[in-house]
């Protein structure tokens, strides 16, 4: 394999997966996606990351990145000469993005994933109710973050941005499936006018599922889980 060569271990549904694309995408860089299936997992992931065995995988040359986040740490250090940074310049500023980003993948994320794996219309009420407050928090961070800018990242878009971005097709998916209204302009205007804009964008287009094909992934995954918690 070529020494600058880029290869994508992904999966279409996945968030994480997919804002490593975005990424890739807004850096103008070429790259090979590979298709993965987590269900019946390659020995080319296995091989790449054998530690946690799931994805995304970013293979540069001969060099193995696994875990999002830190992928696009990698890109913007490695390609720092290539577009606009992904990461804040300031070390204060650096540091907030990626508090804010853990936040999105350890509260926002699963809140409402947790949603779609509740069985209990109590236990639902309860991940809706989390999924608002973490947007909410998310609506002040956009504010202080973007410092009147349309993105998180000023200008143009960054860490935040692709890491809040990657799930707003989950989101809207959650919301169908909930019939509750989750990005609401009442609620978080800015980052709903945010997220509209977001969604204009190139690295967007190419890179999000529609909220259809997620929403039939959503339903599939919860007849599985129906078949697999009755059977005997």
Known sequence: MAEDELKLLGMWASPFAIRVRMMLEEKGLSYEYIEQDLLNKSELLLKHNPIHKKVPVLIHGNRDICESLVILQYIDEKWSKTGPPILPIDPYDRAIARFWAMYIDDKLLPSFIGFMKATTEEAKAEKIADTRTALELLEGAFKKCSAGKDFFGGDSIGYLDVTLGSQLGWIETAERISGAKLLDEAKV???????????????????????????????ELQVTRWKVATAN
């Open 189 to 219: 205007p800015l980052l709903v006018d945010w997220a509209k804009r977001f969604l204009t964008l190139n690295c967007a287009k190419k890179t999000l599922p529609t909220v259809e094909q997620l929403e039939k992934y959503a339903r």
